[in-house]
C-alpha cells in the first residue's frame, strides 16, 4: 500500500519592505531630515531691510528713488524691514550711500529749524562733496561790498553760514552758459537765512567750503 506523503508548509517573516517598523522608520528619518533642512535654511536666511542707494541729505523724504530692499542678517531688530517704511518718512539726519536704514534715522517730523533754498556759488566745489555734506557758506566782496575791510584797507570775506546741509546739487538748465557758477539745494539754520538772502543779493558772491573730510 502506497503511503501518502503531505507537506505543511510553514509561513515564513513577510517580506523587510512590508514590515511597518522599517516603513515607519523610514518615514521618520524623511520627516527629521525636512524639518533640519527647513530649520536651517531659515537659520541662514536673511531679513529684509531699507538700504539706501545713494547719500541722502537730512530731510529728505526716504522712498523707492533713495533706497531698496537687501536680504541681510542684521543681528538686531534697530533697522526698518520691509513693510514698516511709512509714507512721507524723512531722514532724520544725513546717511551715506549703503547704509542700512536704522530706525533711528527716521522720523515723520520736519525740522522746523532749517529751510531749504537754492542759490549759486562760485565754480570750487569738489566734485566728491556729496548729499549730505556739511558746508560753510563764505561771501566773497565785490565792488559793492561795505563790510570790514583789512589791515591794507581791502575788504575781506566773510563768513555768512556755518551749518549748511547739501542736498544736492541743481541742474535746471536755466542758466545761460555765460553765467558761471553752480547752482546747489540747501539745508541752512533759520537763523540765517536773512544773512545767506543778503548776500545773495550782494554784489559779491557766495562760496561753499566743505566742513570736515
Not at 522712498?63 to 520691509?82: D, K, W
Not at 566773510?158 to 544736492?168: F, I
Amino acid at each position: 500500500m502506497k503511503q501518502r506523503h503531505t507537506s505543511v508548509r510553514i509561513p515564513g517573516p513577510p517580506p523587510a519592505w512590508r514590515d511597518p517598523r522599517l516603513v515607519g522608520g523610514i518615514l521618520l528619518i524623511t520627516l527629521s531630515i525636512t524639518v533640519f533642512t527647513l530649520l536651517l535654511a531659515r537659520a541662514r536666511a536673511g531679513e529684509l531691510i531699507f538700504q539706501t542707494t545713494r547719500p541722502i541729505a537730512q530731510g529728505e523724504v526716504l522712498n523707492e528713488e533713495n533706497t531698496t530692499i537687501v536680504e541681510v542678517r542684521p543681528g538686531s531688530n534697530a533697522y526698518v524691514r520691509e513693510g514698516t517704511l511709512k509714507a512721507g518718512a524723512i531722514a532724520k539726519h544725513s546717511l551715506g550711500k549703503g547704509e542700512l536704514l536704522a530706525r533711528s534715522s527716521v522720523t515723520t517730523q520736519h525740522n522746523e529749524d532749517h529751510r531749504r533754498i537754492v542759490i549759486t556759488v562760485i565754480d570750487g566745489l569738489p566734485a566728491s562733496v556729496n548729499t549730505g555734506q556739511q558746508l560753510e557758506l563764505w561771501s566773497i566782496p565785490g565792488s559793492t561790498y561795505h563790510g570790514p575791510p583789512s589791515d591794507d584797507g581791502e575788504a575781506q570775506p566773510q563768513r555768512v553760514a556755518s551749518h549748511v546741509t547739501l542736498v544736492g546739487r541743481v541742474d535746471d538748465g536755466s542758466r545761460m552758459p555765460s553765467q558761471a557758477g553752480t547752482r546747489i539745494d540747501i539745508a541752512v539754520a533759520k537763523t540765517d537765512i536773512s544773512q545767506v538772502l543778503r548776500a545773495m543779493a550782494g554784489n559779491g558772491n557766495l562760496a561753499a567750503v566743505p566742513v570736515g573730510s
